[in-house]
């Protein structure tokens, strides 16, 4: 599966996508507070309740116009696919395996 994240100015939109096809996707509010554990609870509370693990992700792509929500989200990343996350730029991170 593949996880992807849109991290906006007010909220965070992110879906999972199995075989080219989307099959999950949600929102969570853009709280600058919120640290990369709490997002990583939110997101697998919310996929566990729907039949997905978050464990199986085999990738992530990541878009961001938030900075400080962008390095939180690719570390989160890097745990849940464990791999080193490649900064591109300083608006978008692709982690692919």
């Known amino acids: 599966m593949l ?3 849109d991290i906006g100015n007010t909220q965070v939109v ?10 999950l996707h949600w929102r969570l509010s853009s ?9 990583w609870v939110l997101m697998q509370a919310i996929c566990r309740t729907r039949g997905f693990e978050l464990e199986k992700t085999t990738g992530v ?6 900075p400080n929500r962008t390095f ?11 791999v080193r996350t490649p900064w591109w ?3 978008w991170i692709w982690v692919l395996k």
């Open 89 to 91: 730029n300083p608006t």
């Open 61 to 66: 792509i990541i878009s961001s116009v938030v």
């Open 31 to 39: 709280t600058i507070e919120r640290t990369e554990d709490e997002t």
């Open 14 to 23: 992110a879906g999972l996508w199995e075989n080219k096809k989307l099959v």
């Open 72 to 82: 939180d989200s690719g570390k989160m990343a890097e745990n849940i696919c464990r």
């Open 3 to 5: 996880l992807t994240i």
